[in-house]
């Protein structure tokens, strides 16, 4: 038990601090496709981040829907069912806000490539 709690804890730290870098490169890269067109190869860079920042989130959501999943397992039979329930929406409204980011960032680098 104690592993599991421990490669958990482990997991999320490193999503966490994937996901702490994804968004200052994030930024980044917005603000540079704003002010100055984009060359072939830096929108493909930006594609590249742009996937992995997609990914990245993805992966923050599994952590933390394995991670509500385990606080669940204290509650009662009908409550920890419940509990499951509400943490597999909210994991799923996590991947469709990433997936309508990713598609927005899609967009941006293409209007904004030479």
Do not use: F, W
Not at 55 to 70: F, G, N, T
Not at 87 to 94: D, F, I, L, S, T
Request: proline share 1%; hydrophobic share 40%.
């Amino acid at each position: 038990m104690n592993k599991h709690v421990l490669s958990l804890v482990a997991a999320t730290a490193a999503c966490l601090c994937i996901g702490a870098q994804a968004a200052d490169d994030t930024t980044a890269t917005s603000s540079m496709a704003a002010s100055v067109p984009l060359t072939s190869g830096q929108a493909a860079m930006a594609k590249i981040q742009n996937k992995a920042d997609y990914k990245a989130s993805k992966k923050e959501a599994d952590a933390r829907l394995d991670r509500a999943k385990a606080d669940c397992i204290a509650n009662t039979d009908a409550s920890q069912s419940a509990c499951r329930k509400a943490a597999k929406a909210g994991a799923k409204k996590e991947k469709a806000d990433a997936k309508v980011t990713e598609e927005a960032n899609k967009m941006d680098i293409k209007a904004n490539t030479k």
